[in-house]
């Protein structure tokens, strides 16, 4: 732990912590602010609510999906460094057209609410100019993450020692969703209105802190950049599967993802819908779920001891199936409040079988974070330098496709009015997946060791 503090002094890793924090926070508060207030202000009916919230995660991955290879090509083949300070300076404009969407959307709530309309389907000026602009901005969001994705861990082992890279992912991992976990809690408890103003200053610092990242120039030689976005995803995909920890590392990471994107489309209409409970304690969920991934983070770090090591990601992903399931029969137990009411978080955490359900959502985060990390460490550990972004890079496109069609599966699984508390099996039952790709990582992994 002493290292692991000590990395958190120095400027070769702290103002990289903190733009990352910030984008994460970001990220979230926006996305969040702007899913909670369409389900909770604007629509009526729980299938449209579950498919708007798969829709911003589609329209928000879908970057990544696209421009992964392109974000990998450059970050490996220009500095690091001065992409980040790019990038985070686009962030202001864009978040300057997602707080205009916000202010827009919840002056036409409030003039609505001021003559008594009720709405039970989006407003002509939300559904004309608000929401196009608020999913633009989303998008514009994704295509921004995709370009940082890949440089937040493709610079950590250019900037720290060899033994220092796990310590310094799990505190990446680990300040991402405690960075989560305040976007979170913002965003389901100040007037939407205050969200649009934080988002624009906090994209504003981010860009400030980005200038103290350490330059970190292109390593060994200077390759041209293909800018063709088909044939270059097809190229890196390809060019990283042949170490075969790799390819189980992201196969394993896609179908997590997979499964924390789609609990993630679930829990504001699950919490309104299914628990009856209001937007405040649909954030505690998110809140719950950030905190446990980052318990999960720095505990996995703390019992592997710094060594990069599938040992303990099959248990943990099967420890998080568990939890699904015992989320999913609380959940089915539980009595609603009478119908047109809600729920706040005094008078839900007072319901007797709240805390029971907490517990199984605090389950599931930590046995995430504990199978997550240390995949991640395998992709900057075991490709050589020159070639850690796109490493990072192809993950990224195999984990937005397959979240993709995880988000694709849910919006279907609405459209056919399957109860959305039903959908939750289809997480637990993809945690057997996670688990047969993480064995095999395993076991690649030891059969390496005796090579």
Not at 19 to 25: I, S, Y
Not at 231 to 256: C, G, P, Q
Not at 348 to 369: D, H, K, S, T, Y
Request: aromatic content about 10%; some cysteine; charged content about 10%.
């Amino acid at each position: 732990m002493t290292t692991s503090t000590h990395i958190l002094r120095r400027r070769r890793f702290l103002p990289l912590f903190v733009t990352q924090l910030f984008n994460a926070f970001n990220d979230n508060l926006f996305k969040t602010a702007m899913v909670l207030f369409v389900v909770y202000s604007i629509y009526n009916s729980e299938a449209k609510e579950a498919m708007f919230s798969a829709v911003a995660s589609g329209v928000f991955i879908l970057p990544f999906f696209l421009l992964s290879a392109l974000a990998g090509q450059l970050a490996d083949m220009r500095d690091k460094a001065r992409i980040i300070r790019i990038i985070k300076g686009c962030e202001i404009g864009i978040m300057t057209v997602g707080g205009l969407g916000l202010v827009i959307a919840w002056q036409d709530v409030e003039c609505a609410a001021a003559v008594g309309q009720c709405f039970v389907a989006p407003h002509s000026l939300i559904a004309d100019a608000a929401i196009p602009l608020l999913l633009a901005a989303l998008l514009a969001m994704g295509v921004h993450s995709t370009f940082f994705g890949p440089i937040k861990y493709a610079i950590l082992p250019q900037h720290l020692e060899s033994d220092e890279v796990l310590a310094g992912t799990g505190w990446v991992e680990a300040g991402t969703y405690m960075a989560i976990l305040v976007g979170t809690i913002l965003a389901g408890w100040i007037p939407v209105e205050i969200a649009a103003l934080v988002v624009f200053c906090t994209a504003v610092l981010g860009y400030l802190v980005s200038r103290q990242v350490p330059p970190a120039p292109a390593q060994g030689e200077v390759e041209p950049i293909d800018l063709n976005i088909l044939r270059s995803s097809v190229t890196v995909v390809r060019n990283t599967m042949h170490d075969r920890r790799v390819y189980y590392a992201i196969l394993a990471i896609s179908f997590f993802w997979t499964i924390g994107a789609v609990l993630i489309i679930q829990f504001p209409p699950l919490a309104k819908n299914v628990l009856t409970a209001s937007k405040e304690v649909a954030s505690l969920f998110l809140v719950i779920f950030s905190v446990g991934v980052a318990i999960g983070s720095v505990a996995v770090n703390a019992l592997l001891k710094g060594r990069v090591s599938a040992r303990y990601s099959p248990a943990a992903v099967i420890v998080m199936g568990l939890f699904v399931v015992a989320f999913y029969f609380v959940c089915r137990a539980w009595t609603p409040v009478p119908a047109g009411e809600l729920m706040d978080v005094p008078h839900f955490i007072g319901v007797p079988m709240a805390i029971p359900l907490l517990l199984c959502l605090l389950g599931i985060a930590i046995a995430g974070g504990m199978f997550v990390v240390p995949l991640y460490a395998f992709l900057t550990t075991f490709v050589p330098k020159t070639q850690t972004a796109r490493t990072i890079a192809a993950n990224n496109i195999v984990n937005s496709g397959a979240m993709v069609a995880g988000a694709l599966l849910a919006t279907g699984l609405s459209a056919a009015r399957v109860a959305i508390v039903d959908q939750l099996l289809l997480s637990a039952a993809m945690c057997l997946i996670s688990c047969w790709l993480a064995r095999r990582l395993l076991m690649t992994e030891r059969a390496a060791e005796l090579d």
